[in-house]
Each structure stands twice: as C-alpha cells, then as structure tokens.
C-alpha cells in the first residue's frame, strides 16, 4: 500500500541522522576555542570602558542641566549592563539551549 504524502513527511521529519557535536573531530578546536574566549573577555573589556564613559556621561548631564547628555548616559549604561548580561552569560545560554535541542525527538 502506498504512502501518502503527509505520512511521508512525517517518516521524513521523524529521521535520527546520529549526528551530536563531539569534540576534538577536527584539527585547531583549541585554536578557535582560545579565539573565542579571547573575544568575549576583549567585549567584557570593551563594555567596562563603555560603561564608565555613560556612567561619566549621565553624571555630567545631570549636573550641568544637559538633559540630552543625562538622557544618553542613561542609555548607555543600560546598554553596557546588557552587553555585559550578554557577555557573561553567553556561554551558560549556549549550552542550555544545546542541551534542550538534544531533548527534542
């Protein structure tokens, strides 16, 4: 009896190729692995600096009555505390998200 097209598609979704990451499968992992993480602690740096200099902005508007520069400052900061929630929680998130994925059947 043949197929319809819908139990097809389900058969097809329904496939197991046995793929799953493993590590060390090609040459220079540790490479790319040292790469990334030397990234992510040049953007943890780089959101410091920017943090500090909308901190520094936020206080300088307020003080002078610049409500523009108070405004930008706030922005900013909120931002750099964002990159720096992203940053730090980059990998966590990662592999959560991994390992939930393995979960789907």
């Not at 496939?15 to 040459?27: N, V």
């Not at 900013?76 to 592999?95: D, E, I, Y």
């Amino acid at each position: 009896m043949p197929m319809s097209l819908a139990d097809r598609a389900v058969v097809y979704l329904a496939y197991d190729p046995g793929i799953s990451p493993k590590g060390g499968g090609l040459p220079g992992l540790s490479v790319l692995k040292s790469v990334v993480s030397s990234i992510n602690l040049f953007g943890i740096i780089a959101v410091v600096g920017a943090l500090a200099i909308s901190l520094g902005v936020w206080a300088w508007g307020h003080h002078t009555g610049g409500h523009q520069a108070e405004s930008n400052g706030k922005k900013g900061a909120t931002v750099a505390a964002g990159a720096a929630l992203g940053l730090g929680a980059a990998n966590g998130a990662v592999a959560f998200f991994s390992e939930l994925g393995s979960q789907v059947h």
